[in-house]
């Protein structure tokens, strides 16, 4: 007998974000910013004194150490993992059990359902109508009842978002995260921050990790700090969480370069900060001109809190298809466009194609 794969790889599609070769690409909420200057020089200088015969650090002691420092959490306490989708991934398959349920409060990340599906977790959306509802302002706290109600009723082991979210680009306060942290003692909360710095953590529940025994917070460098590239995100958790996260994670997860640029990177907070200021900016600019089209064309868009905006035009497979030709590539989802904030030149390409559309 030929060997045959299990039931749920059978029509398993590999992820493809699609805007590959298009000249302007806001499709993947990537930085616009690339490390230059100095920190580039200092990476190269840490890559040159590398000895790559040698395993990296199993645990990035000096990494998590100056990443802690940044995100005001003790450095036993976080794991590095090779981006925050490894983590998703390792929680997914390693804190849940096959037949266990997860609940979602969709549209939210794309990869939860995916990993949910890989580990044969069996995912419940409890978003239905409230994504209509989180946008009226003055909603928070009956949505925030709703949301409990429903991952109470749903009987999920695990409720993971993103906050702020993608693709909503809506945040969710740290008072009513609290909240749903407080009111759900026996689900495991994961609070997705890969966003987090645009908001000016506004709902971060950073600061509760240490005294939670149910909660893990991801954080990533790949959207705010412009270093998709190297593979680099972090979980902070409570220490016997935290403690089977490193068992579970491969050994040396985190490779010589990713560590040496992590660490490079965490030791320039200004560098960081300056980097959060100028992609926020470059979003209010975006959201200006996009809420401005929107306003004269009967088009939707909510105040970001992301590094993207959102665009509902009603027509939003083929807007994306005309952007496309026009050498400008986003993303289509069932919510809407979604529209990374990029440089200037291609803020001002994207918005003069949107006009024209
Ligand atoms: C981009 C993104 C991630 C993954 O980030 P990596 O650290 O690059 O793996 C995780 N969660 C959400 C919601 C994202 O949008």
Known sequence: MAYVLPEKLRNIVPY??????????????????????????????????????????MLAGRLLALAGARYGVSPDLLTGGCGSDELIGLIFTHLLSPGDTCAFLMPDFSMYEVYANQSGVKGIDVGADLYAKQRLPGEEDSFVDTVIARVKKSGAK???????????????????????????????????EAYMEFARE????????????????????????????????????????????????????????????????????????????????????????????????GWETDAPQTNFVLLRTGRDRKAAEYLKERGISVRTLSCGIRITAGSETENAAVVAALREF
């Open 202 to 297: 506004a709902g971060s529940l950073l600061s509760l990790v240490e005294k939670s025994d149910h909660l893990i917070v991801l954080r990533t460098c790949s959207k705010a700090f412009g270093m998709a590239g190297i593979r680099l995100g972090f979980a902070a958790a409570p220490r016997t969480i935290t403690n089977a996260l490193r068992a579970v994670k491969a050994p040396y997860n985190l490779n010589v370069f990713t560590q040496a640029a992590g660490e490079v990177l965490f030791s320039h907070p200004e560098y960081l900060d300056r980097c959060i200021e100028t992609i926020i900016a470059s979003r209010e600019a975006l959201y200006a001109m996009v809420s401005q089209i929107a306003r004269e064309k």
């Open 16 to 57: 493809a974000p699609g805007g590959e070769g298009v000249p302007v690409r806001l499709d993947a909420n990537e930085s616009f910013l690339a490390p230059s200057g100095e920190i580039w020089e200092e990476i190269l200088e840490r890559i040159a004194a590398l000895k790559l015969n040698r395993y990296p650090d």
């Open 158 to 192: 695990l409720f993971i978002l993103s906050n702020p979210c993608n693709p909503t680009s809506l945040l969710i306060g740290r008072e009513e995260m609290r909240r749903i942290h407080d009111a759900l003692p026996d689900v495991l909360l994961i609070s997705d």
